[in-house]
């Protein structure tokens, strides 16, 4: 069973569990054959890995069983996060794919896809993937695929510790939340050998997540890291989503650091090895961005929401270093691909060989206000971004790349839908609070007007 809305902008997420579910396993096995059929995997191989979800080792079966009917091989990774299976298909050269649905509710599965060597999967790809798993079953190769299990965890710590200077560092005390996610498995391996005090939360893998949801970007999920820094006097905290390719920051204070800053240290950081090279971000990474790779010498590239496009972007300039609002980070040495925990391995070593704290690194950096993502669940999309854009008609400049941005005088306000979920996503950021706060009331006053439009 497949159900069309499961096929997003840039993977697949649906309801699998419940009443009324949106795809099973039966669905999972249309949707391996039509994979192997799209990326010409007959005779070849590819990486599979899944996370922690409940669901997981029935629908890695069922799209193995798809995959090696139509005659491709699977190098079955097992439980790994997202960046891990980049990892894999970086290291084998093969395509990958990734059981997950993210940040998702714990009732959701779904399917991240990538080319050789963690490249993005074209978006024309995805199309023929839906068509094909939702048409009648194709007849099965003449010589079936096989399955082979292949632990690469460790080879995946080693090569994250490779990418970073890790000596030299004062010792830290970390706190990290799993979230019941992914990182409770990878994160052992890849905190645990350095010589840090580490204070985990939440590092059973659940997948029925009973904590708090795996979305960092939901303010309410990281009280429990903030409340655990301030407890134990942590240097930093490292939050999680629920497949680990995602990682907030909370500084010594216990407050979150804008993932928009992170991506600012991160940057100038890789344009001092890197000098007049390009760094990439999405329509609604913070400004501040813009300003520390002008004042180093980079080039700045603006690619649309999401981890394909930003990856596509990354390959298209060769870009040295990516990263969005949502904290999503990509690296040229990880082969264009997003890794949270790559991430955090830097901050950590920023912080461990500076004098100062965490919050002093971010305090030399531009400052805005930004109304962070505001979500709002909405029937008549196209015609609340048309009263939203009528509403700032001649105030600012405006485009439709990515949902609707109006750039302003020191101000700009995005409204776009969002890739994974039916809802509309607001941001807004301005020089000063109170422009960024009535700038973000109108505009939320016009959506929420046309919530039952």
Not at 184 to 210: K, N, Q, W, Y
């Amino acid at each position: 069973m497949i159900t069309p809305s499961i096929f997003k902008a840039n993977d697949i997420r649906g309801v699998v569990v419940g009443d009324d579910p949106e795809w099973d396993a039966a669905g999972a096995r249309a949707v391996g054959a039509a994979f192997v059929e799209v990326f010409g995997l007959a005779g070849r191989g590819f990486v599979l890995g899944r996370d922690m979800r409940t669901t997981g080792p029935e629908l890695a079966a069922a799209f193995s069983e798809g995959a090696m009917g139509q005659g491709a091989d699977v190098i079955d990774i097992g439980l790994a996060s997202t960046d891990q299976l980049w990892f894999a298909s970086g290291t084998f050269d093969v395509p990958g794919v990734q059981l997950t649905a993210s940040h998702n509710p714990a009732a959701y599965n779904g399917v991240k896809f990538c080319q050789a060597k963690a490249a993005p999967i074209e978006p024309e790809s995805l199309v023929a993937i839906a068509e094909l798993a939702q048409g009648a079953p194709p007849a099965p190769a003449v010589v079936a695929g096989s399955r082979r299990e292949v632990d690469v965890l460790a080879d995946y710590a080693a090569h994250l510790h490779h990418l970073v200077p890790l000596d030299g560092m004062r010792r830290l005390k970390v706190v990290y939340d799993a979230g019941n996610g992914m990182a409770g498995h990878t994160a052992p391996a890849v905190l645990g050998p350095l010589d840090i005090d580490l204070i985990g939360l939440f590092t059973e893998l659940d997948g029925s997540f009973p904590n708090h949801p795996p979305n960092p970007l939901e303010p309410q999920n990281l009280l429990d890291a903030q409340a655990a820094v301030r407890e134990h006097g942590a240097d930093l905290a490292l939050v999680f989503d629920g497949d680990a390719d995602r990682c907030f920051i909370v500084d010594e204070r216990g407050e979150v650091v804008s993932p928009s800053l992170i991506t600012a240290l991160i940057a100038r950081q890789e344009l001092e090895r890197d000098p007049g090279g390009t760094i990439v971000i999405n329509t609604i990474t913070s400004r501040a961005v813009d300003k520390v790779v002008a004042d180093a010498g980079g080039t700045m590239v603006v690619s649309k929401v999401g981890h394909t496009s930003v990856k596509a972007k990354m390959a298209q300039f060769d870009a040295v270093f990516g990263g969005e609002h949502s904290a999503h980070y990509y690296f040229r040495d990880f082969w264009g691909a997003d890794t949270g925990m790559l991430a955090g391995l830097h901050m950590l070593a920023m912080v461990g060989r500076s004098d100062g704290t965490m919050s002093d690194l971010v305090a030399g950096l531009p400052s805005f206000a930004a109304s962070g993502e505001i979500n709002s669940a909405v029937e008549d999309v196209p015609a609340v971004l048309d009263a939203v854009a009528a509403a700032f008609a001649g105030r600012g400049e405006a485009d439709r790349e990515d949902g609707l941005t109006i750039v302003g005088n020191g101000w700009w306000v995005n409204v776009r839908p969002s890739n994974t979920e039916p809802l509309l996503r607001l941001n807004v950021e301005a020089r000063d609070a109170d422009t960024m706060a009535a700038l973000r009331d109108e505009a939320l006053s016009i959506i929420r007007g046309g919530a039952d439009a």
